[in-house]
């Protein structure tokens, strides 16, 4: 901020930024020698009468801001991150190291495929690999994201349908599944259709059957589910769908809870999408580019996207064009071929035993935060969970401290919240996803912050109320920041002085 000991300006001086000052710069370009273009005769109206204002700032001005915004943030790296059906595991570097390799850093997507060969062998292989990990015949890189993933399959099923002359508009959804689903039958002109698990957080057959007609496209099945439990009767659900015509949907989400132990497409699963970023350690938002590959049985080969990497006469081409009845392209290129890199590193390092190891370390991490968290807070599904636990703030009612409460106060003890408030159907929710990537050690330490929280929540709940006091920003106001975002930054009118306070009480809290 102006006047700060971090810039040196003082609050007289006469800055539209916190930073800077005029022809203050941090490039060294030498002279172009392009002939000068007539703006306004290439941009028309678009063209700028005044240069944008931007900061104009040293290198070192300009390196620090992004430091200490990097600082600011929480991450998989510095802490434990128990962010429930999102899989927060730590991120190999070597992962980092494969991707950025010239040879596959350096490429353009339009390079011919005879000098992109090495790349297209990755893909080929990354596609074989993945078909195994998941039980099924064919897989799409192509989609950018998980949730793209879900709108190809679910493409992928009206595409069929159409083609066998039918055109079903049901989708079964339990309310135990990924919330994306509706919004993906949506886009395809289908009509969501929900219905209740049961009261063990488990669908049957016999639940589903009076919503089984001729007219449902597909059900689609989160499994491990939203509870954290495994859908033990899928296979008997996609018998039924089958039998009616439809196909069934696998969200792929949570594959870190199966794979090396069990295949979607050996319960009957006709079609998934991976998350990378969640099961095979590709980064996690941050807004950067994702992959969401899409398994399926043979039977929607001919809808697939496109392109697909196929391998003729020992050489690998992409094939654009030779599906007549595919469902196209959904976005530009190839994919994001660095996510695959890293995907293939992980993939080749773990092995068919590391990827099974991983499964069992993370359903055993999860069933011991059942165990421990369960001495003290309410487990709705007091059983065997799979990778993931939900808990909820059912003891904390008569201290006023809610769930919310709870999620910011862990901050200040320096653990990122768990998902919280979902799945919906668990009043004041938390959904606790410890990866196997987290040791014992982190696991206890997580356990007695909880108990901690649980203790102060009726000793002093007003001082978790206000949680959290130690991060760079206090609570916000959620419901005026919903209503009225500040979507645009403005100068300050006045010095913003640090706050006195270091984390709430004199006591050593943190």
């Known amino acids: 901020m102006p006047g700060s000991a971090t810039t040196g300006l003082s609050f007289q001086t006469p800055l539209i930024f916190e930073q800077g000052a005029p022809a203050r710069h941090a490039a060294s370009l030498r002279p172009d020698d392009l002939p000068r273009v007539d703006a306004k005769a290439v941009l028309g109206e678009m063209a700028r009468d005044v ?13 620090r801001h992004y430091v200490r915004l990097s600082q600011q943030n929480f991450a998989i790296d510095i802490g434990m991150y128990p962010l429930g059906s999102c899989t927060m595991k730590y991120n190999p570097k070597v992962n980092e190291w494969a991707a950025r390799l ?43 994201a998980g949730a793209q993933g879900e709108l190809a399959g679910l493409m992928m099923i009206r595409a069929y349908h159409q083609a066998q002359g039918r055109d079903p508009k049901k989708v079964l959804i339990p309310d135990t ?30 639940a589903i059957a009076p919503f089984v007609d001729d007219d449902v496209a597909a059900v689609m099945a989160t499994n491990p589910n939203t509870v954290g439990l495994f859908e033990s009767h899928i296979a008997e659900i996609a018998e039924l769908v089958h039998s009616k015509g439809g196909l069934v949907y696998g969200d792929g989400a949570n594959l870190n809870a199966l794979m090396g132990k069990a295949r979607p497409g050996d319960l009957g699963i006709d079609v998934m999408q991976f998350n990378l970023h969640k099961t095979f350690t590709t980064p996690h938002g941050g807004g950067g580019p994702g992959c969401g590959p899409v398994g399926y049985k043979a039977l929607l080969d001919p809808f697939a996207p496109v392109p697909v990497v196929e391998k003729r006469d020992g050489r690998f081409v992409l094939d654009q064009g030779s599906r007549p009845n595919s469902v196209g392209r959904l976005r530009s290129f190839q994919g994001n071929f660095g996510m695959m890199v890293r995907a293939y590193a992980y993939l080749r390092e773990m092995g068919a ?36 636990v939900v808990i909820s703030d059912r003891h904390l009612k008569e201290s006023g401290v809610t769930t919310m409460d709870v999620a910011k106060r862990l901050m200040d003890y320096g653990f990122h919240p768990p998902t919280v408030y979902f799945p919906l159907v668990v009043k004041g929710a938390m959904l606790v996803e410890p990866t196997e990537t987290e040791s014992l050690q982190t696991l206890d330490e997580f356990v007695e912050v909880m108990k901690t929280i649980s203790d102060e929540a009726f000793a002093d709940p007003d001082f ?40 709430g009480t004199a006591e050593t809290r943190p």
């Open 177 to 206: 599944a990924h919330g994306t689903n509706p919004a993906s039958c949506a886009l395809n002109g289908l009509r969501a259709v929900p219905f209740p698990a049961g009261e063990d957080g488990i669908v049957t057959a016999e």
């Open 353 to 388: 035993e590391g990827l099974r190891q991983a499964t069992e370390l993370a359903v055993l991490n999860a069933n011991y935060l059942r165990a421990r968290l369960g001495e003290l807070w309410h487990v709705p599904y007091d059983t065997t969970c799979m990778h993931e």
């Open 51 to 63: 240069p944008p204002v931007l900061p104009e700032v040293s290198e070192p001005e300009a390196f």
């Open 464 to 503: 978790v109320h206000a949680a959290p006091h130690s991060t760079r920003l206090r609570r916000l106001d959620e419901t005026q920041a919903a209503r009225k975002p500040v979507l645009r930054w403005t100068a300050p009118e006045t010095p913003t002085e640090p706050s006195s306070a270091s984390g």
């Open 102 to 144: 010239p040879g596959f850093g350096d490429l353009h997507p339009y390079m011919p495929d005879e000098l992109v060969q090495g790349a297209l062998e990755l893909m080929w292989r990354l596609e074989r690999g993945l078909a195994e990990v998941c039980g099924m015949d064919r897989v799409s890189l192509h989609p950018a």
